[in-house]
């Protein structure tokens, strides 16, 4: 037959996604490929050091060359020196099993929040963004508030000294009268 010829790709992302379509939810499979293709750059079909880089910086993280390679070396099943959508989906899937103890290890959690539409931080607040989003104030205000009652107790502190000093000398003033 004429279609024998026509082969599709093992790294077809439509055949990677029919094998996890079990572990993960459409939705889940077409953000996490979204955001594959979104930040391989070069289009090589691998996540590749830098492109991994960049990854982080948009969710707000900096990671150090050291650790980009730990998170390729943990990830690469092949040995390409990148990570195919295939190891993509799969440390994701470690992470989600909660059975990635290497650096892959809360990355589901961070992607989620970036691509969660439904927070009403909204669909481009990164990670740290929404964690702040969730405190109440600024992050200094405990820092500013530790001081100023440190302050108020020096300032009664010191009250307390000029008022010992005020009666000593009114003491001092009636034994020489």
């Given amino acids: 037959t004429p279609m024998a010829h026509l082969r599709i790709s093992d790294n ?7 094998e996890f379509k079990n572990d993960f939810s459409e939705k889940e499979l077409t953000q996490y490929h979204d955001l594959f293709v979104k930040f391989d750059i070069n289009k090589s079909g691998e996540l590749e050091l830098f492109e991994l880089n ?3 910086e948009d969710m707000g993280e900096t990671k150090t060359n050291l650790e980009l390679r730990a998170l390729i070396a943990e990830a690469d099943q092949t040995s390409s020196g990148g990570i195919n959508y295939r190891e993509f989906l799969t ?9 990635s103890k290497g650096p892959w290890t809360g990355f589901i959690s961070a992607v989620g929040k970036v691509h969660d539409d439904s927070k009403e931080t909204g669909k481009k607040a990164n990670f740290f963004e ?6 109440k104030g600024d992050p200094l205000e405990a820092e500013k508030l530790r001081i100023a009652n440190e302050e108020k107790k020096a ?9 010992k000093v005020a009666a000593n ?6 034994g020489i009268n």
């Fill in 91 to 99: 440390v994701i899937l470690k992470d989600k099993k909660g059975v």
């Fill in 54 to 56: 960049r990854m982080y």
């Fill in 130 to 135: 929404q964690e702040i989003a969730k405190q």
């Fill in 169 to 174: 000398l009114a003491k001092l003033k009636q």
């Fill in 155 to 163: 300032k009664k502190a010191e009250e307390e000294r000029k008022k």
């Fill in 12 to 18: 077809d992302p439509r055949i990677i996604n029919a």
